[in-house]
């Protein structure tokens, strides 16, 4: 009885797989993605060839981990970096450590130059709020200077960093709070909208030249 | 979708104010056959192309080259400007294939003061036969004789971060990539090494 049960489902599985083949073109559906993302239906597909081909670097497992991220924007998994892990973070909305390509998309539908300012300034306003607490702190600030400035090889003394927060916050922190919320953030960000330059990517703009092969795509893959 | 199936096919109608050589070329050109298509050098040759072409082709940049707008007030940077700088936050080697060497841009920071890295891009200028144009903030750079794309043309831009360090941005503003990179290697860093931003020493 077990046996005719099984048999069923796995007839089943294969019936329903096959209609999968049929409907999508990936293993989500694109049209949904585009209704809900800056994308056009040709730009989520060209964005999925991009998604392949980062997510097989390492394991071609169809999902992106950290070290093949890592990879994607260093050219190199021996980097480690307190930005690019605040970012695969804020991808990963799932929090199970991988990125799908839904979770992809999604996210760098934000980066799109089209996309609204708002979710701009909210992505940022996350990614800088390193504890998450809902407010960025100037411990924070502070250890993201010294991070990015050590970067270039460039550490400064304590003092020089003290005197740039302090200036910084003199003009972000209107309530004296000693910590940067929301709506501080938004007006620090509209007048000074220069703060936003890497929170837009033109390539996207152009990812249907530079990913053509999407065309011609032929196969699924099975994830 | 439908797009690119026309594309993939061929199949496209000229509007009707194009004139029969320009069709001709067009089809020519818009052939999805890469081996019968069009070549380059048989569309220089062809009757319309030559019909109106410029003796030479001047960018807007080399153009603009005198227009150095002295107006604005350079803005100060903040902790998030430099934090902005940030390689991890910067998401384009994802679209790249380039190697972080080829990048366009050239950052480094500096004691300053502000005039002593003008002075210093001066010297390039003078050696690497250079015509500059300087604000306080702003150097420019436009090279004397065309290059493969043009006159290559560096921007420089200086930021204060606080009372003693800046943060100097170089970039092309117009010509070869190559020839940039060249130009960056050999003339450009050399000068700027002893002004280069070193760590004081522990205390």
């Not at chain 1, 992505?123 to 200077?145: A, H, N, P, T």
């Not at chain 2, 000229?14 to 050589?21: A, D, L, N, R």
């Not at chain 2, 100060?76 to 910067?90: C, K, Q």
């Amino acid at each position: 009885m077990s046996e005719c049960i099984d048999g069923l489902r796995h007839l089943f599985s294969s019936i329903l797989k096959c209609c999968d083949l049929e409907q999508s073109r990936g293993p989500v559906d694109p049209e949904l993605l585009a209704r809900e993302t800056v994308f056009s239906v040709s730009e989520i597909e060209a964005l999925y060839e991009l998604f392949k081909k980062i997510s097989s670097a390492v394991i071609d497992d169809g999902l992106i981990n950290k070290e093949e991220f890592q990879l994607a924007l260093f050219k190199t998994n021996k980097k480690e970096s307190l930005f690019a892990d605040r970012v695969f973070d804020l991808f990963d909305t799932k929090h199970n450590g991988i990125l799908g390509f839904e979770e992809f998309a999604r996210a760098l539908s934000v980066f799109h130059p089209n996309a609204p300012i708002d979710e701009k300034i909210e992505f940022s306003f996350q990614l800088y709020d390193l504890k998450q607490q809902g407010f960025i702190e100037r411990q924070e600030v502070k250890q993201m200077v010294v991070a990015t400035l050590a970067e270039s090889g460039m550490n400064l003394s304590d003092d020089v960093i003290e005197s740039i927060i302090d200036k910084t916050f003199e003009e972000a922190d209107t309530k004296h709070d000693g910590k940067i919320d929301k709506e501080e953030w938004r007006n620090l960000v509209l007048r000074h909208p220069s703060l936003l330059k890497n929170m837009t990517l033109q390539y996207l703009r152009d990812i249907t030249t530079t990913f053509p092969s999407f065309v011609f795509h032929s196969q699924v893959d099975d994830t | 979708m439908v797009m690119y199936r026309k594309i993939y096919r061929g199949d496209f109608k000229c509007p009707p104010w194009f004139s029969s050589e320009a069709r001709r070329l067009i089809t020519k050109l818009l052939d999805p056959n890469p081996a019968t298509r069009i070549t380059i050098p048989k569309v220089m040759e062809s009757s319309w192309f030559n019909k109106s072409v410029p003796k030479v082709l001047v960018t807007k940049a080399e153009m603009e080259f005198d227009k150095l707008d002295k107006g604005n007030e350079p803005e100060t940077l903040n902790a998030f400007h430099i934090i902005s700088l940030s390689e991890g936050f910067d998401l384009s080697p994802l679209f790249q294939g380039k190697k972080m060497e080829e990048k366009e841009e050239l950052r480094f920071g500096t004691a300053g003061p502000a005039s002593c890295v003008i002075s210093r891009l001066e010297e390039v200028a003078k050696a690497g036969k250079f015509s500059i144009m300087k604000t306080e903030t702003k150097v420019k750079l436009q090279g004397l004789e065309r290059g493969r794309k043009g006159k290559l043309a560096i921007a420089a831009e200086i930021f204060p971060v606080a009372p003693s360090f800046l943060v100097v941005e170089v970039r092309k503003d117009n010509g070869d990539t190559l020839e940039y990179n060249q130009f960056c290697s050999k003339e450009l860093r050399p000068a700027l090494k002893d002004i280069l931003w070193t760590s004081p020493p522990p205390s």
